[in-house]
Structures are given as C-alpha cells and as structure tokens.
C-alpha cells in the first residue's frame, strides 16, 4: 500500500481555525470566553447584497456559470481594479474563485513547478506556506520586525532569490502585522521581480481595511512591466462582510489566468452562482458599509492599541490596516503558544499565537469584535498578566 501525499501530509492544519474552534467548543460549555481569533469581519453582509442574492434565487441563477465565473461579475472586477487601482485588466484576465484563498491557491499551482522556491515575508499568514508545499514547491522567508515598522529590507530579499526563486508573495495590508507597504517598497520589490524575471502573487484582500494617512496601492499600479508579472488577488470576504459566501478572485496575465480557469474548472467547475449574484451589487452598489465599518475598526485599533501598549511587558506596532494588532510578548517571558493556551484557560481569553506565523514571540489578536469585547478582554488580559508577574 503506498504512502498518503507527501505534499499533504507536510503541511499543518490551520491554527487560526484550530483556535477558533476551541473558543467555541468552550462556548458551547457555558464558558464566558473572549474570542480575539476571528479573521472575519463582525457586521452582517450589507442589505442590498443579500436581497441580490435572493433575486438571483427568485429568478433561477442556479445553474453552472463559466468556470472563470459570470462575465458580468468579471466585468464588475475588472471597472474595480480601473477604479480603485488604475488597472486595466480585460474581464478574460480575471478568475472569479470560492474565495480569495482559493484564488491563491490556483495561483500558486499555476506558477509553480516542484522543486521552485517562493519566497515569503515573514510574519506571514499561515496559508501561503501551506500552499507553496501542496504545489511541491519549497517556501523562503525573509524576516521583517516591529523595531522598524515591519521594512521590507530590500537587500535582504535580494539574497532570499535564488535561480530556483519563482514568485515572492507580498501581502499589504499585512495578516498579521498590520503593515502596509510604501511606495518606495513596492519600487523595491518590483524592481527585484523585473530583474529576476520573477512572479509577485499580491494579495490584497484587506485594501479596504486601511487607516489613513497609509493608503493602498497595487505593486502592479508601478507599471505595465511590473503588471505583467503580477497575479492580484482580491475578494469580498473582508471588504462587504462576506467571508460566508466565498467569492474572490485573481487578476493576472491572460495565461495565468487561462490556466487558473482550467485548473478551476476541473476542481470546482465555477463557484456559487447565487454568491456571484451578490458580488455583482458588492461592488457595483453602494460602498457606504465598508467606509462606515473601516470607521468603527479604527476606533477599535485605537483603545486596543493604548491597552495594549500600557501593560507590562508587551509592546505593539500601529497596524495600518487590517483588523489584527501583533503585539510583542517577549517582555512576559513566556512563548506565544504557552501564552496563548494559558491565557485561554486561566482567563478565558482567545488570541492566536504567533509561531503560526513565524514569530514566537507576539500573539495575534483580532478585533472585529464588540468595544465590549474588547474592553472586557483587556480587562483580563491586564489581570492575567499582573497575576503571573
Ligand atoms: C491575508 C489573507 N488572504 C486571504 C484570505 C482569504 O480570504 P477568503 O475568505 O476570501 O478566502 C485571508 C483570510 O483570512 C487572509 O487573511
């Protein structure tokens, strides 16, 4: 009997769902614990993007749609990225998929031949390692830290390259750092991809999730050079609320995205007509709820921020975007599991640790959750924390 795949079998489960799923194991034990794991937004997916949903049941768009997905939603993504970004995509360029993970994930198999190198930066999430070592391929991290922002040092991923180097993905807003590259690291970085001939796989999935003065702009904006060799990734998961209803998407050039749409087409065939309906309206509707919900994360980011930042032994960056805030723990003198599973047992506080994402000595917390939430899981936090020293 021959052995299971090792690509498989070399990759762990998520530990971002693994917490998750913990906290709401003890929930459903009657235990009061404060979930700071979610990676989805806590509001409810806007109005007239379910009623889209339900006209598109009422009317019988049930059927398969193209692989690639329905034209008029590919029509929709391509009038985003020219008005959000300055990118001009034909809708044949772009892949519609069961979420932006799914997208990646047809991204790095089309890219990647076994035995390339991808490299990654580092504190990453947790899925593009994962997905790297399914396409056979082997990941390369290049560490970033909070003393200097989280800077990209382009010489250090300069040295990450080698001839067996295929793709470098670059996620800005930064799950979990909260990073948002500048424009002079996007030149970098552009600059090393058109040089060694490489791939840059952007994923953008938290764009809208941004706290000004940072701003977002798409490395595949510098240039058409630097275009033709990016695959962006998007979605509406973050965006309009809508992690449930798994829509997102790649944009890339017309023979990545040929191939995507064949390996799509022979794994899922398309996805959810009715999901796709309701992404038409997420992005050609009214975009108040995601000004309105960015609004209320920052308020968030900002008490969350002044806790943290006041309690022995732990010091967080301002993340610049995205929900998450990574603060460092290494002035408790515990590790970030041992953290994370202590907290969670002694004061019924959930956080991610962050050895899921390449550094062990932060823990990732979430907050797309209540101010309540927040306040009381601070509370605990503080306590916790008082108690152990
Ligand atoms: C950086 C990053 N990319 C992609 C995704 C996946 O988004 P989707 O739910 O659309 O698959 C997530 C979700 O947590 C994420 O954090």
Redesign the pocket.
């Known amino acids: 009997m021959g052995a299971l795949s090792k690509n498989i079998s070399a990759v762990e489960p998520s530990q971002t769902l693994a917490i998750d799923s913990t906290a709401k194991a003890l929930r459903a034990e009657g235990k009061d614990v404060i979930g700071f794991g979610a990676?989805e937004p806590d509001f409810d997916t806007p109005e007239n993007v379910k009623e889209a949903a339900c006209r598109a049941i009422a009317q019988g768009y049930t059927r398969y749609t193209p692989p690639a997905g329905d034209i008029k939603l590919r029509e929709a993504v391509a009038a985003k990225c020219l008005r959000d970004n300055g990118l001009s995509y034909s809708p044949e360029q772009i892949v519609i998929s069961c979420?932006?993970?799914?997208a990646?994930y047809n991204a790095v198999m089309v890219l990647c031949n076994p035995g390339d190198e991808v490299v990654i930066i580092s504190p990453y999430?947790v899925?593009y390692p994962a997905q790297v070592i399914m396409a056979g391929a082997t990941p390369v991290y290049v560490g970033t830290g909070p003393e200097n922002g989280y800077r990209l040092d382009a010489a250090r991923l300069r040295k990450a390259v080698t001839p067996r180097t295929k793709a470098i993905i670059l996620?800005s807003p930064s799950?979990p750092t909260g990073w948002v590259a500048s424009d002079a690291e996007l030149t970098e970085i552009a600059e090393i991809v058109l040089e060694r001939q490489l791939y840059v796989v952007a994923?953008e999935?938290?764009e809208k999730i941004i706290y000004p003065p940072a701003a977002h702009r798409s490395i595949a904006s510098l240039g058409e050079d630097i275009k033709e060799r990016t695959v962006v990734?998007n979605?509406v998961?973050?965006s309009h609320a809508m992690?449930g209803w798994?829509i997102?998407w790649l944009a890339a050039p017309p023979d990545v995205a040929k191939l995507s749409s064949r390996l799509q087409s022979h794994c899922t065939s398309n996805p959810t007509s009715i999901a796709q309906a309701a992404a038409i309206e997420a992005l050609n509707g009214d975009q108040g709820f995601t000004a309105m919900m960015t609004g209320r994360f920052l308020d968030r980011r900002d008490y969350l921020l002044r806790r943290l930042n006041a309690m022995p032994g732990v010091s967080c960056y301002v993340p610049q975007g995205t929900f998450y805030a990574f603060p460092e723990i290494a002035g408790t003198g515990i590790g970030s599991d041992a953290f994370a599973s202590e907290l969670l047992e002694k004061a019924l506080v959930a956080v991610v640790p962050g050895r899921a994402f390449g550094r062990d000595s932060a823990i990732r917390l979430s907050f797309a959750t209540s101010m309540d939430n927040i306040r009381n899981g601070m509370d605990r936090i503080e306590r916790f924390l008082k108690e152990r020293a």
Do not use: Q, V
């Open positions: 990676g979420g932006a993970k799914h990646l999430w899925t996620n799950n994923d999935i938290y990734i979605g998961s973050k992690t798994r997102g």
